[in-house]
């Protein structure tokens, strides 16, 4: 490959480095200015990682030029940001902006045996070798440096943030280990078009509240403000106008074209968030070299005079004059330096031309969501000591206690992981003094603590963030989602950050959890759509997760054990789908029959109850049709099913219980046996769970008779008009009737 023509930027940094005048010799262990906690040899180092970030983001472009290399987002102008790396510590659990290369190449310098310049080169050739996400992404991210990959969503990586700072702030009130030092504080950098984001907004809203709460979190947010994002001006003053006095939280700025100011800035306001546990915000002034990206024409929204108008604050040119004539190197020193560090970008880019990708679809998706059922089937038989069981419970124990609804074998079975799993919390707007939303996590608070069952704020994206923080922090969170419509406004959380962290870091970061949520409709004509929302195809197209969703007190308890079991063992992200309508409800066929009451299993029947992930149930053995369906579905196809019998059309009944991963083989099966399907489905016509059944059906070769009953394409009316959208068991036998016949 031949060797470039240098950019611009460069020759300016070059010319104006050669014309800076040396002040008078100084030994390298004297603070680089008076006063400073950072010493003229300290910000040598730290000048290599602002020269190593710099020549990244160049041999970026240069590679692009060559047809090499998948990415060329830079870090130019953004490279003070080394210097906050340098006032923590490695250990500290770091969610990073994009631009913060040089904070990477910094802290890359603290851990022994780590070469900054080769992992972020194989991040830009997505080479399976680089460190964290193996060829999935550009990111950047390492376990041994604990930073943590990021998205490229803005913001949405500050809820977790937020969440891991909690974590760290909660973790002298658990029982169980975290991740993180007991001293460690969480750090967060974002850019200042970011700030504005509604996801970063309540993040650090959230952190605020916390610390109004004298909640301790341990966090410092790292804005990085050049000013504009991609093409769209910051108004000056904005950044400290809506965060310099936000209640508990702690303003600085630093001027990123003061190397020693941004280090002494960033010691004290870690020194401060590591010694009062509250959050503080430190505002890096920036500016932004090179386009957003290579591929952005910055011409075209940026005249050349302003575009060179911002090379005096080159940060790698404020190192240089601080340096320079603070006397602990001369021009040339630092020039050399330029050129040994870009020699050496170079020859490493060179010598990864032809770096290994993912070569299989296989290969890809190997993190994606890892599962080990038996380390899960006998991880979700571990229980508390009986001891611990009897203290809970008080005289009288679950299974002592006579069939249970839904809703109250859910408590006994959070209880019991409560129990059983010191590394649980459980969280949700509600959940605590008055048990959730239907009083499912009632009772759990007086027995487990205020510090693992507690109320969050109103705000699904933080509670997300909470579990997010938390699960990679080690522990097992169960948040509760109040109702499925309220999942929406969140569901980034879980799509976007939940569910790819094992994806984009090769499993190095996990956060397993259990996100319980009620849903559904059917609520006697209660509550309108809102209450009732029925569409689960938001979740059930997210790579990687497990959509549980009992019907039934039995079912509920052994799943969820299944779940916290797989969380923890796992990782894996699952999504616990309640049917409000069932939660109360005792009868099947007639009232008084306590057909839908299960009895607790005692802990010595956990293993022979336990149900795998993805395996469905059965009820019957009819010759005649398979009706497929789940929750307030299968309560109503087991009611069609006694009519249809006295039909004389006997029917098997399969409950799905799981909706990702759908239990597909299992239907085709019971296909096979029955000659025809119907499928009865809650959800709506389309983009329910019907479609992939059949569609299941129609790939495995069956050619029996298929139909599906579904709820209608609509939002759920307010009253009975709700009773027009969703599917009925009229409709159910009707369609059963018509298959049958027509076969
Ligand atoms: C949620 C979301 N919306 C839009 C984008 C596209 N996008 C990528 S970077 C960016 C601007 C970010 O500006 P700023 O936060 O100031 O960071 P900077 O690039 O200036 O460092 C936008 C709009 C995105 N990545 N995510
Ligand atoms: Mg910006």
């Not at 194989?122 to 999935?136: K, N, Q, T, W, Y």
């Not at 009868?587 to 795998?612: C, F, M, T």
Request: charged residues 20%; hydrophobic residues 45%; aromatic residues 6%.
């Amino acid at each position: 490959m031949s060797t470039d023509r240098r950019d611009p930027l460069e020759t300016a940094w070059q010319e104006a480095v050669s014309a800076l005048r040396p002040g008078p010799p100084r030994e390298a262990g004297e603070p680089v200015r008076p006063g400073s906690g950072l010493t003229g040899g300290g910000t040598l180092a730290l000048l290599d990682a602002q020269l190593e970030s710099r020549h990244l983001d160049l041999a970026a472009r240069w590679l692009r030029t060559q047809g090499h290399g998948f990415y060329t987002i830079g870090s130019a102008g953004h490279e003070s940001n080394a210097f906050v790396a340098a006032a923590l510590r490695p250990t500290d659990p770091a969610l990073l902006h994009y631009r913060s290369g040089g904070f990477y190449c910094a802290r890359a310098r603290q851990v022994e045996g780590i070469d900054p310049v080769r992992d972020v080169l194989l991040g830009m050739f997505a080479s399976v070798d680089e460190p964290i996400a193996g060829g999935r992404h550009k990111v950047f991210g390492r376990h041994e440096l604990a930073v943590i990959p990021q998205t490229s969503t803005i913001a949405s990586h500050v809820p977790r943030a937020v969440g891991v700072a909690f974590t760290i702030g909660r973790a002298p009130k658990l029982a169980a280990p975290i991740a993180w030092p007991a001293d460690a504080l969480a750090v967060c950098s974002f850019g200042d078009a970011s700030a504005n984001h509604s996801t970063a907004v309540g993040a650090i809203n959230t952190a605020c509240h916390c610390a109004h709460a004298n909640l301790p979190l341990p966090l410092l947010f790292v804005c990085e403000d050049n000013g504009i994002g991609i093409s769209v001006r910051t108004p000056t003053g904005w950044i400290e106008a809506a965060y310099g006095r936000r209640p508990g939280l702690r303003y600085e700025a630093a001027d990123g074209t003061n190397p020693a100011g941004v280090f002494d800035a960033a010691a004290e306001l870690a020194a401060w968030v590591r010694a009062t546990r509250r959050p503080a915000f430190l505002h890096l002034r920036t500016v932004r070299f090179l386009g957003h990206a290579g591929s952005d024409v910055e011409a075209g929204y940026r005249t050349p005079e302003e575009i060179r108008s911002a090379y005096p604050s080159d940060p790698l040119l404020g190192t240089a004059r601080q340096l320079v004539e603070g006397g602990f190197a001369r021009p040339v020193d630092i020039l050399a330096r330029n050129e040994e560090v870009r020699a050496r970008v170079r020859t490493a880019a060179q010598g990864m031309v032809g770096a290994r990708q993912l070569a299989s679809a296989d290969e890809v998706a190997a993190p994606l969501s890892p599962r080990r059922p038996d380390a899960v089937a006998a991880a979700a038989v571990g229980t508390g000591a009986p001891d611990a069981r009897r203290w809970w419970f008080g005289r009288t124990l679950p299974e002592e206690e006579g069939p249970l609804t839904l809703a109250q074998a859910v408590n006994r079975a959070l209880a019991d992981t409560l129990v059983a799993e010191p590394r649980s919390l459980v969280f949700g707007e509600d959940v605590a003094a008055k048990g959730g939303v239907y009083g499912v996590t009632r009772g759990l608070m007086a027995r487990a603590g205020a510090a693992r069952v507690f109320d969050t704020l109103l705000d699904e994206q933080s509670i997300l963030g909470l579990a997010l923080g938390a699960g990679v922090s080690g522990l097992v969170p169960i948040p509760e989602i109040q109702y499925l419509a309220y999942l929406h406004n969140a569901e980034d959380q879980l799509r976007g950050e939940a569910a790819s962290l094992s994806f984009f870091s090769r499993g190095r970061y996990r956060n397993g959890m259990v996100i319980r949520i009620a849903g559904y409709g059917y609520q006697k004509g209660f509550g309108g759509h809102f209450h009732n929302d029925n569409g689960v195809a938001v979740l059930r197209d997210i790579p990687g997760i497990v959509v549980a969703s009992p019907a039934r007190a039995g079912d509920a308890a052994a799943m969820l054990r299944t779940c916290a079991a797989a969380a923890a063992t796992d990782g894996t992200v699952c999504v616990f789908l309640e049917p409000i309508a069932l939660y109360a409800t005792a009868d099947l066929h007639e009232a008084g029959d306590g057909a839908w009451l299960d009895p607790y299993d005692p802990p010595e029947r956990w293993a022979d109850a336990h149900v795998p992930i993805g395996e469905p149930r059965r009820y019957g053995s009819g010759r005649d049709l398979l009706i497929v369906s789940w929750a307030n579905g299968l309560h109503i196809s087991l009611r069609a099913a006694r009519r249809l019998a006295a039909d004389g059309i006997d029917c098997t009944v399969l409950d799905l219980r799981w909706l990702a991963p759908l239990p597909t083989d299992a239907v085709v099966l019971h296909a096979r046996e029955a000659g025809r399907v119907l499928v009865v489905e809650e959800t709506r016509r389309s983009g329910g769970v019907g479609e992939a059944i059949l569609a299941g059906l129609v790939e495995a070769g069956f050619t029996g008779p298929m139909a599906r009953v579904t709820s209608k394409d609509s939002f759920v009316p307010l009253g009975d008009a709700a009773l027009h959208i969703l599917v009925s068991e009229d409709e159910v036998v009707a369609a059963a009737r018509t298959l049958v016949v027509r076969a």
